[in-house]
């Protein structure tokens, strides 16, 4: 298991920039590929981007492509998701989540406890 906390989340304008944080414990942060979700109020948790263990290969949601960028300090056990012209639809509860990536599976197993980002229009 990986300890996740995620930090940077607060209230910025409709296009406003925002870095978040996810911070990595417990075990090695290069054994897992990476991904941020998001929950937005009323609405289910979708993914948001996703990076590989290396860091070498990403992907994004079209809602976000463009806007925000996934990155990776595996030195720093600390990933980041760069936010960019933020619009009122990105309000959302933000979580980092790690798979390992040996997995033959492709269930995201540990999860921070979130970082809210609320944008207003």
């Known amino acids: 298991q990986v300890h996740l906390v995620e930090s940077g989340g607060e209230l910025v304008q409709a296009g406003g920039s925002l870095r978040l944080s996810c911070a990595a414990s417990g075990r090695t942060f290069s054994n897992y590929d990476m991904a941020w979700f998001r929950q937005a109020p009323g609405k289910e948790r979708v993914i948001v981007a996703t990076i590989t263990w290396s860091g070498d290969t990403t992907s994004y949601a079209d809602s976000v492509k463009g806007r925000f960028t996934i990155s990776r300090d595996n030195a720093k056990n600390t990933m980041y998701l760069q936010m960019n012209n933020l619009k009122p639809e990105d309000t959302a509860l933000y979580y980092c989540?790690?798979?390992?990536?040996?997995?033959?599976?492709?269930?995201?197993?540990?999860w921070g406890q979130g970082t809210q980002v609320t944008v207003s229009s």
């Open positions: 989540a790690a798979k390992l990536r040996w997995s033959s599976r492709n269930d995201y197993s540990d």
